[in-house]
């Protein structure tokens, strides 16, 4: 069982910079793909950016592609998420998940693709 924690949100003026820290714990991460989704409220949670297990391939969603980073350090059993130049939308709570399926070839992109959510951390971006 892997166990997920979020930190590195904030308050940040438009067109700033965070960094999102997502610690693993357990035995199990090093083999999975990581994705990091993002909440506003009254909207559905929406995927941002994953990664595979390896560190290899990367996948972003439209709004974030060029702005946002995802990376990982398998001897950390962490797995980063760089965003720079933030824009009022992406104000939301940002949630780290793990890949239910180990060892997949390509990046998952959807919720149900994910699981072990950690609780997330807020970010908020004014303008």
């Known amino acids: 069982q892997v166990q997920l924690v979020e930190s590195g949100g904030g308050l940040v003026q438009t067109g700033g910079s965070l960094r999102l820290t997502c610690a693993a714990s357990g035995r199990t991460f090093s083999n999975a793909g990581m994705g990091w989704f993002r909440q506003a409220p009254g909207k559905e949670r929406e995927f941002v950016a994953g990664?595979?297990?390896?560190?290899?391939?990367?996948y972003y969603a439209g709004s974030v592609q060029g702005r946002f980073t995802i990376s990982r350090d398998n001897a950390k059993n962490t797995v980063y998420l760089q965003m720079n130049n933030l824009k009022p939308e992406d104000t939301a709570v940002y949630f780290c998940g793990k890949d239910i399926r180990p060892l997949r070839t390509v990046v998952a992109s959807t919720g149900r693709e994910y699981g072990s959510w950690g609780q997330g951390t807020q970010v908020t971006v004014s303008s």
């Open positions: 990664i595979n297990w390896n560190g290899g391939l990367t």
